[in-house]
């Protein structure tokens, strides 16, 4: 069964040094999320693509966090400098697509646990 | 302002008890209403929603407009059952957006 990938699983870094996070979505899926998710709280969402355009970053920090998705397949979620309040579970998801229906059904990947010292 | 609340962060039953796991949300269009579970070491994923008007593992949730509510519900609850659930709210702003919860833990006792 095809699954949402990514990498790496965990992450510890410094503050100030940069990190970048890598999610490979379904196969077919034209919509891919990042959310985060801090220890005790649900997945805020980051950053929405629909094939390679950005369609919703009103929550991304964009002083420090960058999102791509060049060929609009696989993902790349980057902070720069890392801060301590960074700290948290990034998630990739993604759908077939974004409309009504059961075709908007997210399937999340593992995660990534940032730990910034 | 959209949202969504989960007052419980802890639920505890006995196996064989009714669950009742609360969710209240604001939105003043016609929301779309989802239920994720998170079982240990597993990924988040989709349990029902409310358009589907399914049960899903014993589990049914009703989206009553009148209290804004989109409780979870099953009638006898199994040690399987033990989870992280949240509550989750779509709605269309531009694009499609999805609003969590904060979770509520499920412990299931024998």
């Known amino acids: 069964e095809a699954e949402v990938a990514q990498s790496p699983r965990y992450k510890i870094t410094e503050k100030s040094q940069a990190v970048a996070f890598w999610c490979d979505p379904i196969?077919?899926?034209?919509?891919l999320y990042w959310y985060r998710q801090i220890l005790g709280q649900g997945p805020e969402l980051l950053v929405q693509?629909?094939?390679?355009?950005?369609?919703?970053d009103s929550q991304l920090p964009k002083d420090r966090f960058s999102a791509e998705r060049l060929k609009g397949v696989d993902s790349t979620l980057k902070i720069q400098p890392a801060e301590l309040g960074d700290s948290a579970m990034y998630l990739c998801?993604?759908?077939?697509?974004?409309?009504?229906?059961?075709?908007?059904?997210?399937?999340f990947g593992p995660g990534t646990r940032l730990t910034v010292l | 302002a959209q949202r969504v609340t989960q007052p419980e962060k802890l639920l505890s039953v006995f196996k064989g008890a009714p669950v009742e796991l609360k969710c209240n949300y604001s939105?003043?269009?016609?929301?779309?209403l989802f239920w994720y579970v998170q079982y240990s070491r597993q990924r988040l994923q989709l349990l029902l929603r409310?358009?589907s008007r399914e049960s899903i593992k014993g589990f049914t949730a009703d989206l009553n407009k009148g209290e804004t509510s989109f409780h979870l519900k099953k009638p006898f609850a199994q040690e399987e059952d033990s989870a992280m659930y949240y509550c989750?709210?779509?709605?269309?702003?531009?694009?499609?957006?999805?609003?969590f919860g904060t979770g509520t833990r499920l412990k299931v006792l024998a």
């Open positions: 998801a993604s759908s077939l697509e974004s409309g009504t229906g059961g075709r908007n059904e997210q399937f």
């Open positions: 196969s077919g899926h034209a919509t």
């Open positions: 693509f629909q094939d390679e355009s950005v369609v919703d």
């Open positions: 939105y003043s269009g016609s929301p779309e």
């Open positions: 409310h358009i």
């Open positions: 989750a709210l779509r709605f269309a702003s531009g694009t499609y957006k999805y609003i």
